[in-house]
């Protein structure tokens, strides 16, 4: 996500701080700033910030001679509470007195913010992070540690910080819970970054903070406190990591470390939109009334943005019982669709940009359709011209192959489905209790599977060499495979195909001979049958089967050669369990096959020509 750095030293501050913001660009980011403290003035706090890249921040500070200062902090920053412009962009200050940088996300800076204005506190962007700084300039009476201490009490969410104190010259303050900071020390001074490459030119002498430790850098070196204020010791390593790798946080490509960051992205897509059991849609702006007013919902995406929408299909209908139809965004504006009064548009985007879905959403507003956007990329196209906006918070997605954009869209899905079910009063409360809770397990169930990967890896390495490969599954699991059977050929180049496991016998199933893999994803309860009995069909003709299946599920191995497990949930959250173990099946095929797994031949990240 965003990137933070914090420097003290010997050296000039703002080009030590822009420097170290450029090795952390990989993360993706839409402005930038830095705050740096010249200890001899009379307001020694000096911010910088710029919408849009690291190069307007250099112009705009002439190098960093603008703002001179032998101590800062700096952020690119990546928008989620707020679009990208300078108002918006870190540091954040209060009363010129205190400056902070943050990533993460505050569940609860709605509230906060009210408290502070009625405490006189004037805000100058919509952030979450600009409570932040109120509350520190708030509680500082002169102890940092304390201020930092009586603020981050208040905190709900996650967050790194860097913190500059007016009357601290010289200081820099950290401290993180759930969003990684580590230290650093060089002769040259000392650090705090959101990530190793930011100080790589410098040192390779790092410590890592763990959640709620304070960090301190001062010209006499690095001191940790707990949050009772006592100093702590902490370990320093060396990192052997070269840049490259240590932009991938050690993971060998973004695909896999993206894969690996979806409990979190679900954490944050997920935990601000639930209070006390109950999923709030503030941010949607819409009113009961107009949610009970939809009479139908017509959803337009592409590739994979698609196959969350055939996903939602089935969970809308079933929680809410609205009709829905889903098309090919490419395809949408072309059929003359019948639009009749009451529907509504829904577009899916991780990038916002895509130009088939910005097509289908202008395409349904001149029809007059309200329109609602999921969208992982905050003041995109498709976010900015949609008339409703639900952001999933998976952070910059940088492979080209979609895992945790995916994952957080269909959360979103999930979420919207139930919030207007309960309003429609079609979902009963038990239901949606444990709807409720399940969605709150669910980033755990994922770290579950993710330890398994070592098993997923051996069974994508006995696979490697296929030719074709089938997917299939029933109803919630169709969709399911639609997306498993993409991943796997975007970025391996073996011959995939999904099908809805009662439709094989309808044709394609004579494709099947000795040695074609066959994956079938079967976790619906009441399909279980059905389903069991399409692939003893397939093994029957000679196919080897992989079963994807729910734990307790152990009948499955009787029909299967190779069964895959993951934990048990409701059945509308299925999707979100088995994409991660066919997105490491994909992935390891495509690592076995020697093939550039971030940049797949002929895609494109983001594709904006139709
Ligand atoms: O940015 P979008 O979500 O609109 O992109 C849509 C598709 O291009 C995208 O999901 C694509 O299918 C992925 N590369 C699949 O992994």
């Excluded at 949607?284 to 299909?313: F, N, P």
């Excluded at 329109?371 to 918070?393: H, K, M, P, Q, W």
């Excluded at 059977?485 to 394609?508: Q, V």
Aim: with cysteine.
């Amino acid at each position: 996500m965003c990137g933070i750095v914090g420097y003290t030293g010997h050296v000039q501050a703002a080009p030590v701080l822009m420097d170290g913001l450029e090795r952390l660009e990989y993360r993706g980011y839409d402005s930038a700033g830095i705050c740096v403290s010249d200890g001899d003035a009379a307001h020694p706090l000096k911010a910088l910030r710029v919408k849009g890249r690291l190069s307007a921040l250099r112009e705009a500070s002439e190098n960093g001679k603008a703002v001179p200062g032998l101590s800062g902090i700096g952020h690119t920053r990546w928008a989620t509470h707020g679009e990208p412009t300078v108002e918006n962009a870190h540091p954040h200050l209060s009363g010129g007195k205190v400056a902070v940088v943050h990533n993460g996300i505050i569940e609860n800076y709605a509230e906060l913010r009210v408290k502070l204005q009625g405490r006189g506190y004037v805000f100058e962007s919509e952030t979450d992070t600009e409570t932040i700084a109120h509350l520190l300039h708030y509680y500082d009476h002169g102890d940092p540690v304390d201020a930092i201490v009586r603020t981050v009490m208040h905190l709900k969410g996650s967050f790194a910080l860097g913190i500059l104190f007016e009357e601290r010259p010289g200081e820099v303050y950290g401290i993180r819970r759930d969003s990684p900071l580590i230290a650093a020390t060089s002769p040259e001074g000392s650090f705090i970054a959101s990530d190793v490459p930011a100080i790589l030119p410098w040192t390779r002498n790092v410590a890592y903070l763990e959640n709620m430790e304070i960090v301190r850098l001062s010209p006499e070196g690095i001191t940790f406190f707990n949050l009772d204020g006592e100093p702590i010791e902490k370990e320093f390593t060396t990192v052997s990591w070269d840049v490259e790798a240590a932009e991938k946080g050690g993971y060998a490509h973004f695909m896999l470390k993206e894969i690996h960051e979806q409990p979190k992205a679900m954490e944050d897509t997920i935990r601000p939109h639930i209070r006390d059991g109950r999923i709030v849609m503030d941010e949607l702006g819409m009113s009961d009334d107009e949610i009970r007013g939809i009479r139908h919902i017509q959803m337009a995406a592409c590739g994979s943005a698609w196959h969350v929408c055939m996903t939602a299909k089935y969970i809308m209908e079933r929680m809410a019982r609205i009709p829905v139809d889903v098309d090919l965004a490419s395809e949408f504006r072309y059929r003359d669709p019948v639009l009749e009064e009451g529907t509504m548009l829904m577009v899916v985007s991780q990038s916002g940009e895509t130009a088939d879905s910005l097509a289908a959403l202008r395409y349904g507003k001149q029809q007059g359709m309200l329109s609602l956007a999921i969208v992982n990329v905050v003041g995109s196209s498709i976010a900015r011209e949609a008339d409703r906006v639900f952001y999933t918070a998976a952070g910059p997605e940088i492979a080209v192959a979609t895992t945790k954009a995916y994952s957080t869209q269909l959360a979103a899905c999930v979420m919207l489905a139930l919030h207007f079910g309960r309003i429609r009063g079609v979902v009963d409360d038990d239901t949606y209790a444990a709807h409720v809770e399940a969605l709150l397990k669910m980033p755990e169930q994922i770290r579950e599977i993710l330890r398994g990967e070592a098993r997923m890896q051996w069974l994508a390495g006995k696979y490697a060499n296929t030719r074709d490969a089938f997917f299939i599954g029933r109803g919630l699991d169709y969709a399911s495979v639609l997306e498993g059977a993409l991943k796997l050929k975007e970025i391996s180049y073996i011959h995939a195909e999904a099908y809805a496991a009662g439709e094989l016998k309808h044709g394609t199933i004579s494709l099947i001979e000795k040695g074609s893999m066959v994956l079938a994803v079967a976790t619906q309860k009441d399909l279980m049958e059905k389903e069991v009995s399409n692939m003893v069909e397939v093994r029957a003709r000679g196919g080897t089967l992989l079963a994807l299946t729910m734990e307790g599920n152990y009948d499955m191995e009787d029909q299967a050669d190779f069964t895959i497990y993951v934990p048990r949930t409701e059945d509308v959250l299925y999707p979100n369990l088995v994409v991660v173990p066919l997105q490491l099946l994909a992935y390891y095929v495509s690592l076995s096959r020697g093939i550039d797994v971030d940049k797949p031949r002929n895609l494109a990240k983001s594709v904006t020509v139709e």
